[in-house]
């Protein structure tokens, strides 16, 4: 490979890996596990790179030797990045709301668990047993929480200090509700924790209803970013075999031009895959030491 070639291969692989940092940089953090200083950002980006499945990592490991032996054997050296950033982005751009959808999930779960509670208070049950008994018929997707706080109360935690360790498991501001109404029925006895159970349960259900209805929205916006995704790869490679202007791409000032239009290719992707992504909103059932960091 002659030293020009060898620049623009280097060239690529920087590219890349700033598109590779760029695509980590717009997913969401990973969930808290406990209460920590806030980490540098190097920290931050390691933390997110092992969310890359197994088959993931074995698609970007085949499809980079693929595109160095590309770049290699041929004049296209932008198959360098360009070949790994498509097997790994175009495929995740396909399957949008992932995150949207286990979210709804748990509140549909969240919301019949705590019909459930309720209906089991109305029986006059005290606060801990009626936790305890929820436990048979939890829902999966919120099963794993539930079962901790069932231990926690079967350990003689007290019930405030469960209750929040609770909400802590759950993360999310939805589940801050249920449990500050728990703990505060915890520690005032009363029959109105049963009533504000089931207006929390009803607002819940609201919530799930407004968020299904715009994931149908965006389904459609999603449907047309696909195509595009599809079509504009196989137009531009049509375009590049069947006209005079492959040879000039082929060039080393070509492979610099294509670099810049795949770049903004895939950031565009990036965009718009960010775009549709729901922020979480900010929780308030936080520990005093989770505040202050």
């Known amino acids: 490979m002659s030293v020009p070639m060898a620049l623009w291969a280097l060239v690529g692989l920087l590219v890349s890996s700033g598109l590779v940092l760029i695509y980590v940089g717009t997913q969401p953090p990973p969930p808290p596990s406990g209460p920590r200083p806030p980490s540098p950002t190097w920290t931050r980006i390691k933390a997110r790179l092992p969310r890359l499945s197994r088959t993931e990592r074995a698609v970007l490991v085949i499809t980079s030797a693929a595109g160095l032996a590309v770049a290699v054997l041929t004049p296209w050296t932008t198959a360098l990045f360009a070949l790994p950033l498509a097997a790994i982005m175009i495929p995740r751009m396909f399957v949008g709301g992932g995150e949207d959808k286990v979210r709804t999930e748990r509140l549909v779960a969240l919301e019949e668990w705590a019909r459930g509670l309720a209906g089991l208070l109305g029986t006059r049950a005290r606060l801990n047993d009626a936790l305890v008994g929820t436990l048979r018929s939890t829902p999966e997707a919120i099963r794993e929480p539930v079962s901790k706080l069932v231990a926690r109360l079967q350990a003689n935690r007290p019930a405030d200090e469960a209750l929040q360790a609770f909400a802590d498991d759950l993360d999310d501001p939805t589940g801050d509700l249920v449990a500050s109404a728990l703990i505060l029925g915890s520690r005032q006895s009363g029959a109105g924790l049963r009533r504000i159970l089931e207006q929390l349960t009803n607002e819940v259900a609201n919530e799930v209803r407004i968020r ?45 031009i294509l670099s810049l239009i795949l770049v903004a290719f895939f950031g565009c992707l990036v965009w718009m895959h960010a775009v549709t992504v729901t922020k979480p909103e900010p929780r308030f059932l936080v520990r005093a030491t989770e505040s202050r960091s």
Do not use: D
């Not at 965006?218 to 449907?223: E, M, N």
């Not at 490679?237 to 000032?253: D, E, I, K, N, R």
């Open 212 to 256: 299904r209805e715009i994931e149908t929205s965006r389904a459609g916006g999603r449907t047309e970013a696909k195509w595009m995704m599809i079509l504009a790869p196989l137009g531009m490679f049509v375009f590049l075999a069947f006209t005079t202007y492959g040879h000039f791409y082929a060039s080393p000032f070509g492979q610099a």
